[in-house]
């Protein structure tokens, strides 16, 4: 787990190193107030002279700011479209990921010290992406920037991205907006509500307040299991598992000696489960599952169409065919709403949500065309 960095100034150029600026107090949308706001935030490429080739890749969920490799070889996970050569070839634009505010991976969130030189915990904030992208234009601000050639995201990534759109509409001129709609719906908000109850009801949750203790490891597994079912179709899932048993364990017949055994699916979200525990913070999986719960781009902005009017981008919008959790029908909405003619590009992969990760690369060359030809 990576404990958010105290403030420091705007540092650092080399490519694919995490850095970080101190972005001021933030006054957020549902009340409340957080002082002293760390963005960590990584670049790759350089920032021309009239600062138009500036690139914004927003994460998702649980993603980090190391969108492509760097210094270090560490793999980036959009590489398919961001490097040298690449679709956002980062020999030609300045390509920039930051953190989301609430966060782990360097930015301020939960973990982080509050003002009183304790971890905030349990008193860290709602901070919705509407906030998160106030805090980002101030990042914009300090890199020199005014306007974005493109904000690009996924999943939540193109939440925040379109949420910049509307709220910058001077400073966004293109906006892809992938494997997501205009708000969250019913539905997602209820997969999200069972994620964060499974880490609230873990003894060690403590209400938030855990640090320096066991950390409720068990409850945030279990919010990765029940989200990764959703990133995942069900065809993926019988083609790969189908009902098997994991290696030597055999669930039914091993019952009967009193140890279950696991089918091979269980197995797989066990180990889903387990490898997130060991590089995410519970109390940011709650804030960023909230912060994305609070999306909608409607609100108070009259209704869909109002509320996406004043954007002035290029927009670019796609979805992966065989999403269940964000249906590519919202993916339809969205682009019907939005002014001018929009057409939903589609990434065929039959894995689902977590198609917009693994095939993003088939966008690459309809994104080179539209955007970055
Ligand atoms: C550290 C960071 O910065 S993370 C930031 C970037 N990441 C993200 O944004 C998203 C997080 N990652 C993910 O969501 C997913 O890992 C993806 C979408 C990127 C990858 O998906 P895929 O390549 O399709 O991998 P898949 O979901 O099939 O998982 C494969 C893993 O399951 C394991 N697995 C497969 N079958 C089983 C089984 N029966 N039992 C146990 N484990 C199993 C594999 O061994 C493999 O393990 P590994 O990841 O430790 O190597
Ligand atoms: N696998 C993705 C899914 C959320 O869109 C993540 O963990 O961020």
């Known amino acids: 787990?990576?404990?958010?960095?105290?403030?420091?100034?705007?540092?650092?150029?080399?490519?694919?190193?995490?850095?970080?600026?101190?972005?001021?107090?933030?006054?957020?949308?549902?009340?409340?107030?957080?002082?002293?706001?760390?963005?960590?935030?990584?670049?790759?490429?350089?920032?021309?002279?009239?600062?138009?080739?500036?690139?914004?890749?927003?994460?998702?969920?649980?993603?980090?700011?190391?969108?492509?490799?760097?210094?270090?070889?560490?793999?980036?996970?959009?590489?398919?479209?961001?490097?040298?050569?690449?679709?956002?070839?980062?020999?030609?634009?300045?390509?920039?990921?930051?953190?989301?505010?609430?966060?782990?991976?360097?930015?301020?969130?939960?973990?982080?010290?509050?003002?009183?030189?304790?971890?905030?915990?349990?008193?860290?904030?709602?901070?919705?992406?509407?906030?998160?992208?106030?805090?980002?234009?101030?990042?914009?601000?300090?890199?020199?920037?005014?306007?974005?050639?493109?904000?690009?995201?996924?999943?939540?990534?193109?939440?925040?991205?379109?949420?910049?759109?509307?709220?910058?509409?001077?400073?966004?001129?293109?906006?892809?907006?992938?494997?997501?709609?205009?708000y969250s719906t019913a539905e997602q908000i209820a997969f999200a509500q069972a994620q964060t109850l499974a880490i609230r009801q873990d003894a060690d949750f403590k209400g938030g307040d855990y640090y320096g203790q066991a950390a409720p490891e068990a409850g945030l597994a279990l919010a990765r299991r029940i989200a990764h079912i959703t990133y995942r179709s069900a065809d993926e899932l019988d083609f790969r598992f189908g009902r098997n048993a994991q290696g030597g364990e055999a669930p039914l017949q091993a019952a009967a000696l009193g140890d279950r055994g696991r089918y091979q699916v269980e197995s797989y979200l066990d180990h889903q489960g387990r490898k997130l525990v060991q590089r995410f913070d519970a109390n940011s999986y709650i804030a960023i599952t909230e912060a994305l719960m609070s999306h909608d781009i409607t609100r108070g902005r009259g209704s869909l169409e109002d509320a996406l009017s004043v954007a002035t981008a290029k927009f670019f919008v796609a979805s992966v065919d065989s999403d269940r959790l964000y249906f590519p029908e919202q993916s339809h909405e969205l682009a019907k709403a939005l002014p001018g003619e929009v057409p939903v590009h589609v990434i065929e992969a039959p894995i689902g949500h977590d198609g917009f990760l693994t095939e993003i690369g088939q966008l690459g060359p309809q994104l080179r065309e539209a955007f970055f030809g």
């Open 1 to 182: 787990m990576t404990i958010a960095a105290t403030a420091i100034p705007l540092s650092g150029t080399q490519d694919g190193t995490l850095k970080y600026v101190s972005v001021g107090g933030l006054e957020l949308e549902a009340g409340g107030f957080l002082p002293e706001v760390v963005l960590a935030y990584e670049t790759w490429g350089r920032l021309n002279a009239d600062a138009s080739n500036a690139v914004l890749v927003e994460h998702a969920l649980t993603g980090s700011t190391h969108v492509a490799r760097g210094e270090s070889d560490e793999e980036g996970w959009w590489e398919q479209l961001v490097g040298p050569g690449a679709t956002i070839d980062t020999d030609r634009y300045f390509v920039v990921s930051v953190n989301i505010v609430g966060g782990c991976y360097g930015s301020t969130g939960p973990s982080s010290s509050a003002p009183d030189g304790k971890p905030w915990g349990s008193r860290f904030p709602l901070v919705t992406l509407r906030d998160s992208t106030i805090a980002e234009a101030r990042l914009a601000d300090a890199l020199g920037i005014h306007s974005w050639h493109t904000v690009v995201g996924g999943s939540m990534g193109g939440a925040r991205a379109l949420e910049w759109a509307v709220s910058y509409p001077d400073r966004v001129k293109r906006c892809a907006v992938i494997s997501i709609g205009a």
